[in-house]
Structure formats: structure tokens, C-alpha cells
């Protein structure tokens, strides 16, 4: 009884894979870090940044029915992601939080060119990304891919986990149906699913394994980058551990750099390097992950981690209740965007100027008028 | 206040019975919160479902009894539950969108809870105006109850529909109709889960708020195991339509004696702790269809089973301190 069970289950531990690691050497084979020295900037941290965001802004002008055209007044633009200077260096997480709507998702969507930016450059291995030729944008839509939130959508419930990774292969230049199966079923096991899984549907998998396959078509690219949209926070608590850990494993052997979105602070916390904190289309705060979580200086940042229930006692701190909600990215407020709901509003220079950025020596930034006063 | 005694409720499907809830034993006294903490398909809001008598279609309550104040829910009619329903115990459903109706006005939907129950007919003298003015009462009442669980200007939003009001307000006006008739238990279905962190902790503050000053007995049911052990005094994890473990919030997250609760404990990142690699459990929540009787449903997934795990079915054992444990390991 218990062995069929077991039967089912995917493999506990991944097996030692002897093809996985030479696909690994072929990927960095294929690579060649170019050094990019960024001010500094990089080698302070010994590393280059592989992607790196200048002014990125995307805007949504919302459409106007008859009538409101016809009475006139301004035009509505959601400042979805309003000038985002970010870098994110070769084999690092870089966790994104913040609350919905303050478009975190749309961020790491557009940096893919998903969604194509409305102002900005996004310079991803010291090429800006819109002076690329055909071939090059291609080779870059390959070399970064997504895992979305949603398993349950995200995947075509017509084709089989074949057909599905078969098309990403495809999209990589593999069109040999031999080599395709081949590498298939190198994959699958790689993402802790079985060979026994190859014909069948997403709706025969749970929601983790589902998020496997999402993971498997990702890896079938051989990214360099991959941008994790709330990778797990459509899965159960014993589940999203299993996905944590899985990407974890595959950052190791694949040297991928993330960008790990999520809302869930102590998810962040486990998994990323260096932490932004997002706020209304802007970065309030960036540091390195301890840093952040011992010595937030934002109000924001502070307000948030204040609020993560905690299992141990001793990690809870007394909780800062921000007044109001999130206003929407609609003609958002004025100055600094979070001066409404803020407890260490400074008067006018608040409501009036938008903050900036500014790093300290230990390259923990911070955009608040409050803290770069003191 | 509430006891539940071996409450099974099954339903019945072309694939077989499903038991959903499985021999569930709960109590809960007055002022007091407990947190239903598991799994999505555990059970926890089946339970809650069975205890309000709405069970949905295929769901048969096979046995057990539930207690409310001396007297058996199972055991009344329709009507007289629907009596109980939102004016003795109210209920908080996760996704406060689709709990308000959207075509109505916030207010009226506040006020139909006190309308239906009947609670202003005693102040509202007699005369020609004796509608008007029992409304004129209903609505001022409402008025204080939108200011006691934060929402400004109640004067105001009073006459807005549910798509004006932000997430976070949504659910504030829903604790406010679960208010109205002032209700000495709630039962509270994932409350937060729709909402960002920093609105959640407004409304566990609040939901704390009243739990202070009216002395209202809590269910809180959860996934999360942190928001559970900052909220609640007591602490039921469930695992496949049953309760495995049952205790003091600090006993059982300190000192959780079943597997399942370990694993889930080692399985959860933590802020505050020494990074390590997470330990998931392996495998996923079992198809609830093709448990099989008598054993323990966690038996494939367990690292301590033993063959003895699948012969006797376990009972909930006392392991001291109000700490029960549903497990082989210390029968």
C-alpha cells in the first residue's frame, strides 16, 4: 500500500544527474561574462551586473470613453513603474516586495519586454536591449525567461508536458523531434518530475508539480536570467518549499541570476541576496538581505517588516500600523509617494519633491527625505 | 461555549465518500481565539461550514454533535439556525469581494443584518413615522458600528457600493455586518488572506480590538502557521479532514509533537533565524477520495512511520499540559 503510494510521488532528493552537469558546462561555455565596470559600483561588490535598469518607466494611459473625451480635461496615466534604476548582478537573487499594485510584477515583465517600456534602457550584458539587431533580441529573449505566478493558467491545459517543453526547445533552435525527447528527458527529472510524466496534461499534476513544468519549460531555454513571478505563493506551505528549494539547487548548478518578485516577506527574506523594496512604481529602499531586514531605515520598509506575523517569539518586534491604503498608481500623490501614510513626514519637502535614491557606503539606498536629513 | 464532538461529515460523490471532516473534536470558551491552521483541502473551512449548517450540496453530516450554549446545532431546523446564523455566531469569508453584494450600498448591507434579526424593534416608538423612525435607528446604528471598526466618514460611505471601497475596507465593513447583531462567536475563514501585509495587520488589530472588548470567541482559520501563533491562544492543525494536533499556541510551536506539524515548522522560511536550507515534506495533501479507513493519512509523507501506523486508527492522546496529539508515536 505504501509503496504505491510512493509510487507516485516525484523522487524526494534529485538524482545525480551526469548529462544535467554537462549541459551545465555547455551553458557556461556558451558564456562569456563580459567584465562591466560600473563606476565601481560592480567591483565594490565583485560582481557585474548582468541586467541594469536606467529611468525604466512604464506608463499606462488609460482609454476615455465618448462622453469623457467629449467634456475634456486631462488625460489618466497609471505610472505603473516610474523610473526604476536597478542593477542586478551575474548569479545573484535580488528579491522585489512590496504590496500588489505597486507594480512589481509589471517591472520584472517589462524588463523581459513583455511589455514594452515607456521610457528607460535596460542594458542586459552591457548591450542596451532596443539597439539590438534581430538576431541578437532573440538570442536575449532566450537567455531571459519567466516563471509565473499561476500554474494553474499559465500553462495550455491542450498540450502535454511534451508538446509544452517541445515548443520551448524549439524556440531555442533544438528542432530535431530525437534531440528534443532526449533533452526532455533530461529535464524533467532535473525538476523532480518523472520520465513516466512526459505524455501527460497539466490538469493530471498538482499545483506543485504543475509549477515544475513552469520551471522545466523556463530551464528548456538555458536562461541566464530568470525572472520568478510569485513563484509560490499560489502553492501550500509544504509545497512552496519544495519550489524554494528546487530553485535554489538550479541557481547552483546553472549559475542563473533571479529576480525573485513576491509579497511574502519571509519568502524574500530565505531566498535573496540583495532586497528592493517597491513602492508605487518606485524603489524606496535596496540593500543587501540582512542588512535590510535588521536595520530597515525606509518608514515604509519598517511599517512592512513590522507587520510579518512571526512564528518565534523573539524575532516579533511591536508592530507600526500604517494608516489608509495603498493609493492607486493613478495621479499618484505628490513629492514622495508615500508621504500620505507616513509616520516621520518632514513638512513640506515631503509633499512637494520626490525623493532620490541615495546610497550609502555599505551600497544600502534609500529614498526618503526623513533619513537623508538626519 | 462551543463544544464539537467527533463531527464527520462526508460527502458523497460518483468517486466514493470523501470525508472531509473526519472525526473533528473542538472546544472553544468564552473570549477565547482558536486557530484552524492547515493545508488548502484540509478541511478547515468545511468545519466552519458544518458548524453554521451550510454544508453545500453532496455534504452529509454523518455524526457527532455540535454544542452551541448548551444545545445541539445538528439537532435544529432550518429556521432556527438561521435564527443563530449571523446573530449569535457570524461568519468572515476570505474573499470579501464576492461577499458583498455588489449592486447594493454598503450601508444597507450592514443594516439588513440588524433589520433581519429584528434588534431595533423594541426602540422604535409606535405612531405614524414608526418605520421611518425604526430606520432612522437602524442607520445610526450602523453609523457607530462603521466607526468602530474604521471606516472614516461613515456618513458618507454609508451610501457607496462595495466597488468603491478598497480591499482592506471591504473586509472592515463585513466585520461590521458579522458586528451587528453582536455575536458571541466568529468564525473567521482565512480573513486576511486577499490582503496586503500592511492591511492585514490592521485587521488582525482590529479583529484583536474586539476580541478584547466585547469578549468574542474567535475561530480563526489560516494557512499561516506565524499569523496563527501571533493571534491565537490555542492552536488545532489539521491534516486530511482530521485534527492531529491540538494545544496552547506556544506548546505546539515550540514543542510540536506530530510529524506533520514538525515537518510543516521546518518546512516554513523564518525571519530572524539562521538561514538554512528549507526541509520540505515530501509528496503532496493526499486525494481525500482514496484515503482508506483506519489508517493515518499522513503514513506516506511521515519520516517516523511505522508499521504500526497503519493497523489501529489512532485517537487524539492527552501528552500533558492541554497538549493532544493524534499519532501512533504516542498512543
Avoid at chain 1, 523594496?277 to 518608514?299: C, S
Avoid at chain 2, 486557530?35 to 484540509?42: D, F, K, P, R
Avoid at chain 2, 435544529?76 to 461568519?91: F, N, V, Y
Avoid at chain 2, 469581494?97 to 455588489?102: D, G, I, K, R, V
Amino acid at each position: 500500500m505504501a509503496k504505491i503510494l510512493f509510487g507516485f510521488l516525484p523522487p524526494l532528493s534529485l538524482p545525480p544527474m551526469g548529462r544535467g552537469q554537462m549541459l551545465a558546462k555547455t551553458l557556461t561555455k556558451t558564456r562569456d561574462p563580459v567584465a562591466i565596470c560600473d563606476g565601481g559600483r560592480g567591483q565594490t561588490l565583485g560582481k557585474t551586473p548582468l541586467v541594469e535598469l536606467r529611468g525604466l518607466k512604464k506608463h499606462y494611459v488609460l482609454k476615455k470613453s465618448m462622453l469623457e473625451k467629449l467634456a475634456g480635461g486631462r488625460e489618466q496615466v497609471v505610472k505603473a513603474v516610474d523610473g526604476v534604476d536597478l542593477q542586478i548582478f551575474n548569479g545573484e537573487t535580488l528579491g522585489l516586495v512590496g504590496e500588489s499594485g505597486c507594480g512589481k510584477s509589471t517591472l520584472g515583465r517589462t524588463i523581459l519586454q513583455l511589455h514594452p517600456p515607456s521610457a528607460g534602457d535596460i542594458i542586459f550584458d552591457g548591450k542596451p536591449i532596443h539597439d539590438l539587431k534581430r538576431e541578437e533580441r532573440r538570442d536575449f529573449c532566450r537567455q531571459a525567461q519567466i516563471i509565473f505566478q499561476n500554474p494553474y493558467s499559465s500553462l495550455n491545459p491542450r498540450k502535454s508536458v511534451r508538446q509544452i517543453l517541445a515548443l520551448a526547445l524549439r524556440a531555442r533552435g533544438l528542432s530535431d523531434p530525437n534531440l528534443q525527447e532526449e533533452e526532455i528527458r533530461l529535464l524533467l527529472p532535473r525538476v523532480g518530475l518523472s520520465e513516466a510524466h512526459i505524455d501527460r496534461y497539466p490538469h493530471q499534476f498538482s499545483g506543485g508539480q504543475r509549477q515544475r513544468i513552469g520551471v522545466a519549460r523556463a530551464l528548456a531555454l538555458k536562461p541566464r536570467f530568470v525572472v520568478a513571478d510569485e513563484p509560490v505563493s499560489a502553492l501550500d506551505v509544504s509545497v512552496q518549499a519544495q519550489i524554494i528549494n528546487l530553485l535554489e539547487e538550479l541557481q547552483a548548478e546553472f549559475q542563473l541570476t533571479y529576480l525573485f518578485v513576491a509579497h511574502d516577506l519571509s519568502v524574500i527574506h530565505h531566498i535573496s541576496d540583495r532586497v528592493a523594496v517597491m513602492y508605487l512604481g518606485k524603489i524606496v529602499e535596496i540593500a543587501e538581505t540582512e542588512e535590510l531586514f535588521n536595520d530597515p531605515r525606509h518608514p515604509y520598509t519598517q511599517a512592512l517588516l513590522s507587520a510579518i506575523p512571526r512564528v518565534d517569539k523573539e524575532a516579533r518586534s511591536t508592530r507600526i500600523l500604517l494608516t489608509g491604503t495603498v493609493p492607486t498608481p493613478i495621479d499618484s500623490p505628490a513629492g514622495c509617494a508615500f508621504h500620505p501614510r507616513c509616520f516621520k513626514r518632514k513638512g513640506r519637502i515631503c509633499e512637494e519633491q520626490p525623493p532620490d535614491l541615495v546610497y550609502d557606503s555599505s551600497w544600502h539606498g534609500v529614498a526618503c527625505h526623513a533619513c537623508q536629513m538626519l | 461555549m462551543l463544544a464539537i464532538e467527533q463531527l464527520t461529515m462526508i460527502y458523497e460523490t460518483k468517486r466514493g465518500r470523501v470525508k472531509a471532516v473526519n472525526k473533528v473534536d473542538l472546544s472553544l470558551g468564552t473570549g477565547e481565539i482558536l486557530g484552524l491552521v492547515g493545508e488548502s483541502g484540509c478541511g478547515k473551512s468545511a468545519t466552519l461550514l458544518t458548524i453554521l449548517g451550510l454544508v453545500p450540496y453532496p455534504g452529509k453530516v454523518t455524526g457527532g454533535r455540535i454544542i452551541f450554549q448548551g444545545e445541539d446545532l445538528l439537532q435544529k431546523t432550518p429556521a432556527e439556525l438561521r435564527k443563530i446564523r449571523g446573530k449569535e455566531i457570524a461568519m468572515i469569508f476570505q474573499d470579501p469581494m464576492t461577499t458583498l453584494n455588489p449592486v447594493f450600498k454598503v450601508g444597507e448591507q450592514i443594516r439588513e443584518s440588524l433589520q433581519i434579526h429584528g434588534l431595533m424593534n423594541e426602540q422604535a416608538e409606535g405612531g405614524w413615522f414608526k418605520g421611518r423612525k425604526r430606520k432612522e435607528s437602524e442607520v445610526d446604528r450602523v453609523y457607530q458600528l462603521m466607526r468602530e471598526v474604521g471606516i472614516p466618514s461613515p456618513e458618507k460611505r454609508y451610501f457607496e457600493y462595495p466597488f468603491q471601497f478598497s480591499g482592506g475596507m471591504q473586509q472592515r465593513a463585513i466585520i461590521a455586518i458579522a458586528l451587528a447583531c453582536s455575536a458571541q462567536l466568529l468564525l473567521a475563514d482565512e480573513p486576511t488572506t486577499a490582503l496586503d501585509v500592511t492591511i492585514q495587520a490592521q485587521i488582525l488589530e482590529l479583529l484583536a480590538k474586539i476580541n478584547r472588548e466585547r469578549e468574542t470567541a474567535m475561530v480563526l482559520v489560516t494557512h499561516n502557521l506565524a499569523m496563527a501563533a501571533e493571534f491565537c491562544q490555542r492552536i488545532a492543525v489539521m491534516y486530511a479532514g482530521e485534527i492531529v494536533e491540538q494545544g496552547p499556541t506556544d506548546e505546539v510551536l515550540e514543542k510540536p509533537k506530530h510529524p506533520y506539524t514538525q515537518g510543516l515548522l521546518r518546512s516554513i522560511p523564518r525571519i530572524g533565524k539562521v538561514k538554512q536550507k528549507l526541509e520540505p515534506i515530501p509528496g503532496t495533501v493526499p486525494d481525500l477520495a482514496s484515503l482508506e479507513d483506519g489508517t493515518c493519512p499522513f503514513y506516506p509523507r511521515c519520516a517516523q512511520a511505522q508499521p504500526a501506523c497503519l493497523e489501529d486508527e489512532c485517537t487524539l492522546e492527552d501528552v500533558g499540559g492541554g497538549h493532544w496529539v493524534k499519532c501512533a508515536l504516542y498512543n
